[in-house]
C-alpha cells in the first residue's frame, strides 16, 4: 500500500509518461501532481517507488518511467474513466447501421470500428458455434474429386473438395444431395453427421461414406474459431513501436499466427466487462510492450464473443475502456437483431 503522497506522485508520473512518451523527471512531475513538494522529496518518493518496481530510470534519463507493475498498479487502483470526447459513433460505419442479415460483416466492421476510434489494432473473436446445414449440393470435378456446397440458413456458403475412393456418376451424387436436403435440412452439422452414420444403411455404402464425409468436412470448416484482424499498420505510427524493427517484425508475426491473440480473447470471454491485460506482468500477453483492452458481448444474454484493441503499454486506457465497451454493447445488439430476424 501507497501513502497518499506517493500514490498521487505515481499517477501524475503514469499519466504525464502516457501524454508525452518522455521519463518524467522531479520538476515536471511536481507541477503536473500540483503539489509543493522540493525535488529532494521527489526524489526519495521515485527511490521507494522504484524500489517497489513500480518505475524504473531509463540509463539515458534522470526521470522515471512506469513499469508494467506501475500501469498495473494505476489501472486497478488510480484509473478514473471520464466520458471523453469521442468520436460520434452514429456517424461510424458501426455495426449497428449494418443489415441484420449479413452478421460476418457486424464482425468485420466491429474491428475496423475499434481500429479507428483506438487508433490501435482491432480485434474480435467469435468462437465455435453448432452451424445449422440448409442445402446440400455435390458436383463431380473428375474420377476422383467432388466439390461439396453447404449452404446455411443466413445464406454463408462453405466449399470443400473431397477425394473419394470411389468413382461416383453426377446422378449418383445427386442422389445423395437430394437425400440429405430432403431428411436434414434444419440440423447442426453435427447432428446430421450423428445421424448418417445409423441412418444410411438402406444406401450404397460408398454414397453413405462419402455423405459421412462431406458433412465432416463442412462441419470442421464453420466451426472454426473465427478471429477477424484490423489496423495492424497503425503500429507503424506508434513511436514506443516503430523505433525497432524487430519488435514491429514480432508484433506483426504475433497478428498473422493469430493463436496467441485467440488465448488472450479466451481469457477475456471468462470475465464480465472490461478487462485490462498489460504486457510484462504475466505469460498472458505475450510481449511486454503491449497491452489488451478487451471485453466479452453477449447475444440474448449469452456470452458468444470476444474484442479489444490491442496497442503499446502507453496508451489511454480511459479512453479505450469506452471504445471497447462502446463496441461490445453494438455488436451485441447487431447480432441479436440479426438473430431476431
Do not use: C, W
Not at 513500480?54 to 526521470?63: E, I, N, Q, W
Not at 449494418?98 to 475496423?112: F, G, H
Not at 510481449?287 to 489488451?292: A, D, H, R
Amino acid at each position: 500500500m501507497l501513502d497518499e503522497r506517493s500514490r498521487l506522485l505515481l499517477k501524475a508520473l503514469v499519466e504525464r509518461y502516457i501524454a508525452d512518451g518522455q521519463p518524467v523527471g522531479s520538476r515536471t512531475l511536481s507541477k503536473a501532481a500540483g503539489l509543493d513538494l522540493s525535488p529532494a522529496t521527489i526524489r526519495n518518493v521515485m527511490s521507494d517507488l522504484e524500489e517497489l518496481g513500480l518505475v524504473a530510470s531509463p540509463h539515458t534519463s534522470a526521470g522515471r518511467v512506469p513499469t508494467p507493475r506501475g500501469y498495473r498498479y494505476f489501472v486497478d487502483t488510480m484509473l478514473t474513466v471520464r466520458r471523453s470526447e469521442l468520436p460520434a459513433i452514429e456517424a461510424l460505419p458501426t455495426p449497428a447501421t449494418l443489415a441484420a442479415e449479413q452478421p460476418r460483416q457486424v464482425i468485420s466492421q466491429a474491428a475496423q470500428l475499434l481500429s479507428q476510434l483506438s487508433h490501435f489494432v482491432g480485434v474480435v473473436r467469435v468462437p465455435r458455434r453448432p452451424v445449422v446445414f440448409r442445402h446440400i449440393e455435390f458436383v463431380r470435378l473428375s474420377e476422383r474429386r467432388v466439390l461439396v456446397i453447404l449452404v446455411s440458413p443466413d445464406g454463408d456458403v462453405q466449399n470443400r473438395i473431397l477425394h473419394p475412393t470411389t468413382e461416383f456418376t453426377q446422378d449418383q451424387l445427386q442422389t445423395a444431395a437430394n437425400f440429405l436436403n430432403a431428411h436434414y435440412a434444419g440440423l447442426t452439422l453435427d447432428e446430421v453427421r450423428e445421424r448418417l452414420r445409423h441412418e444410411v444403411d438402406a444406401l450404397r455404402g460408398e454414397i453413405a461414406s462419402l455423405m459421412v464425409k462431406a458433412v465432416e468436412a463442412g462441419s470442421e470448416a464453420a466451426q472454426n474459431d473465427e478471429v477477424v484482424i484490423a489496423g495492424e499498420r497503425n503500429l507503424l505510427e506508434v513511436d514506443d513501436f516503430a523505433r525497432n524493427m524487430d519488435n514491429l517484425r514480432r508484433l506483426f508475426d504475433l497478428f498473422e499466427q493469430k493463436t496467441q491473440v485467440m488465448r488472450l480473447l479466451d481469457v477475456s470471454s471468462q470475465a464480465d466487462g472490461v478487462r485490462i491485460f498489460i504486457g510484462g506482468e504475466s505469460q498472458v500477453v505475450p510481449y511486454e510492450e503491449l497491452s489488451v483492452v478487451s471485453a466479452p458481448f453477449e447475444v440474448d444474454g449469452q456470452v458468444v464473443g470476444t474484442l479489444g484493441v490491442i496497442g503499446p503499454q502507453r496508451m489511454p486506457y480511459d479512453r479505450m475502456i469506452q471504445i471497447v465497451d462502446i463496441t461490445a454493447k453494438l455488436v451485441g445488439n447487431a447480432l441479436s437483431q440479426t438473430r431476431a430476424d
